[in-house]
């Protein structure tokens, strides 16, 4: 049994796992923030429904989430000794950070959210959930900055003493040009999780509400109370999350253009392997559809837009794209001999899911507004409808997809250009170990999986009064 291969396989399990959770912990918290706002300035008992049924979904992401969090940290010195021995003084600094400010920051705030209800006086209780919401995003800034140094190493020396990565400029951590594209995406990414998690709940229950209220009016009796009050609860809250949406999905594109920008100077291997991009191209060419040969590559077959790769990656209809053969013999010549490409069907093919499942969202967020601008929240015989409790998943497929993408696409370096993967793990962990784990955290997982979407879609289909009432204390 390969060691390297399960401890791989066990931290793309977690990391997946985990980042399940992320996206909608920083969007949601966001939005409940807004909803609760909109509760202290208007006097609206009906924001105040909504902060606390959209506050009790988040509390059960957000305990998912810790759970899953702690458990990755665990590996780095179990599973990849190595690697923590390498950069470990570098690394440990911005995680150091992320735990004593941002997270207990969130943690703390949160649990005075939770309990301050009939403690606190409204604007101190909004405020609560404010720091709850900044506490989270800049959770995810400090791990950010720590990952950015794997892709973007700088700031450092190598101690030649020991051979070991050392900081001597944390400024330059802090302004690495990678975490400047990636904290974005991921915070709008977090928007749009968040967004498409309200609008498709919303969706179904406005959908279920409206197939009431017509075999009520089938059988000659009117509309109840209850049902009118839900009714409304839902068209506010889809009013909320599409625009929320809308305004993650477009932004997520946006930073995300820049991304790709940024990707083709400091990691063109990845750039070139999510195009299947085998010979460099000036003006270089988009693929559509690729069927490629990686071990003499080439292309099988494949439909290519002429000189749009460029105009993605240059704004402008010229401008070299280099190809992986080329960048494969620059690396042996820089780093010595070696495979230095990654996974090109893997990587190709996630970076076609995460835009193709970002499009998607864009489109359907914006036929969500286009709903609320015409006051059309009512159809109950609209697949579109339908589709939307669907839609959740998009987000999923797309955040996962993108750090499939953005991990493997730096493939085989742990730390780009200084540490191979390979020699990262620990040595004296035997495959036989790291397989139980393996097989372990995978069932702990699975069961909490279920339990966790269990939770969220039986406080989801929940009367709206019921929960505000009981699920968080105070009313």
């Known amino acids: 049994m390969n060691s390297l291969i399960l401890a791989r396989w066990q931290f793309a399990i977690t990391t997946v796992y985990h980042f399940f959770f992320v996206p909608l912990t920083l969007g949601l918290a966001l939005l409940v923030a807004v909803m609760e706002t909109s509760y202290v300035r208007t006097g609206d008992e009906m924001w105040k429904r909504m902060t606390k049924f959209w506050g009790k979904l988040f509390l059960i992401n957000f305990a998912m989430g810790v759970v899953t969090g702690i458990v990755q940290e665990f590996q780095f010195g179990m599973n990849w000794s190595e690697y923590s021995r390498f950069v470990g003084d570098i690394f440990g600094a911005p995680l150091a950070i992320e735990a004593l400010m941002a997270f207990f920051l969130e943690s703390t705030f949160l649990g005075i959210w939770l309990f301050g209800w009939d403690k606190l006086s409204k604007r101190l209780h909004a405020l609560t959930i404010w720091l709850v919401a900044i506490g989270s995003n800049l959770s995810a800034l400090w791990i950010l900055i720590a990952n950015s140094f794997m892709h973007e190493p700088v700031g450092y020396v190598i101690n030649p003493a020991t051979g070991r990565a050392e900081m001597n400029d944390f400024g330059a951590l802090l302004a690495n040009p990678h975490v400047w594209v990636q904290w974005p995406h991921v915070f709008f990414s977090g928007l749009a999780t968040a967004g498409f998690f309200m609008l498709g709940i919303s969706a179904y229950r406005l959908l279920k509400n409206q197939e009431s209220s017509d075999r009520s009016q089938g059988s000659g009796a009117s509309p109840s109370t209850k049902s009118q009050s839900t009714n409304l609860f839902f068209r506010k809250s889809f009013q909320v999350a599409a625009a929320a949406a809308l305004i993650g999905s477009l932004m ?41 040969d990686m071990t003499n590559r080439r292309d099988v077959f494949a439909v290519r837009i002429p000189a749009l790769l460029s105009v993605l990656a240059y704004n402008r209809a010229s401008g070299e794209v280099k190809g992986i053969n080329q ?46 601008w015409r006051n059309r929240l009512t159809s109950s015989q609209s697949l579109f409808w339908r589709a939307l409790p669907l839609a959740i998943l998009l987000p999923y497929v797309a955040n996962s997809s993108g750090w499939i993408l953005t991990e493997m696409g730096r493939q085989p370096w742990i730390v780009y250009g200084l540490l191979k993967t390979t020699d990262a793990v620990s040595p004296n962990v035997p495959g036989a170990m790291v397989l139980l784990s393996l097989a372990l955290f995978t069932l702990v997982y699975g069961i909490l999986m279920v339990a966790d979407v269990y939770l969220l879609a039986k406080y989801a289909k929940a009367d709206p009064a019921q929960v505000a009432e009981d699920a968080i204390p105070g009313s």
């Open 327 to 372: 960048l494969q013999a620059e690396y042996e010549k820089r780093y010595g001999p070696g495979d230095y490409m990654p996974f090109v069907v893997l990587i190709y093919w996630s970076f076609r899911a995460m835009v193709g499942a970002g499009g998607l969202m864009t489109l359907l967020a914006l036929a969500a507004l286009y709903l609320v």
């Open 252 to 292: 997520v594109g946006l930073v995300g253009h820049s991304q790709a920008q940024h990707m083709v100077q400091a990691q063109p291997m990845k750039m070139a392997a999510a195009e299947a991009l085998w010979d460099s191209e000036d003006p270089a060419s988009l693929s559509l559809f690729t069927i490629g």
